[in-house]
């Protein structure tokens, strides 16, 4: 991934907000980064351009080759789709279906027959150590299971990039210790990792740290 000379405008009638003013990132293939800085500065603007959820008002971005910075958003979403899993502090799992149903959803979505279905879907909640949740609902969880059951789900299309928007924002600490590991051992398997934390412990399981303020990168950091 490569972003160069990236800005995002926000516009309403009465004001403009610079959310993002030049940023430049290279995330290689397999890496595991933070992006960290106090509240406001752009990082879940950042997190949702790179997710292509959202396009940049100015600037490159280079998604595996690919110019993505104009496209539209049905492009983009096409491009979304088995390439890119999101997790959230809030674990936006769907309350009226089943931990099964929620983490099978992205396949339907993807037309996946339903005995690939099956496995996948198996194989992700075995995973994340969910198989003997599975008819539950997400209501009947702790925080942590239900973290669980969103990153399998982010995982069920074995996507190529994970986003999280602080995973363990939600969680006490053994909760969060675990969702951190769980991260690690997908990006170990492969899985390039981009996650936003306010935790400098979380950040320390990242390969690198990028600090955000008012918009620009201040500083980097390479852990060993
Ligand atoms: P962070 O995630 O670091 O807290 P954000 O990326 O959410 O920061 O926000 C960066 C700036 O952009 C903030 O000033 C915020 O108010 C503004 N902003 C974010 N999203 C929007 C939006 N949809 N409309 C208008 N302003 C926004
Ligand atoms: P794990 O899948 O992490 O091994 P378990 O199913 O063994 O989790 O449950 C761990 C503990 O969390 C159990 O004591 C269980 O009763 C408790 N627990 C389950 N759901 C909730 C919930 N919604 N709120 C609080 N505690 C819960």
Redesign the pocket.
Known sequence: LDIKNLQKV?S?EEVE?T?LNGIDLEIKDGEFVAIM?P????????LNILGLLDNPSEGSYQFYETEVADMSERQRAQIRKGNIGFVFQSFNLIDELTVYENVELPLLYLNTPADERKQRVEAALERMSMMHRRNHFPQQLSGGQQQRTAIARAVVATPKIILADEPTGNLDSKNGEEVMNLLKQLNEAGTTIIM?THSPYDAGFAHRTVN?FDGKVVTEKVHI
């Open positions: 926000f309403t907000t959310a800085g509240s406001g500065c752009g990082k879940s603007t950042l936003v955000l």
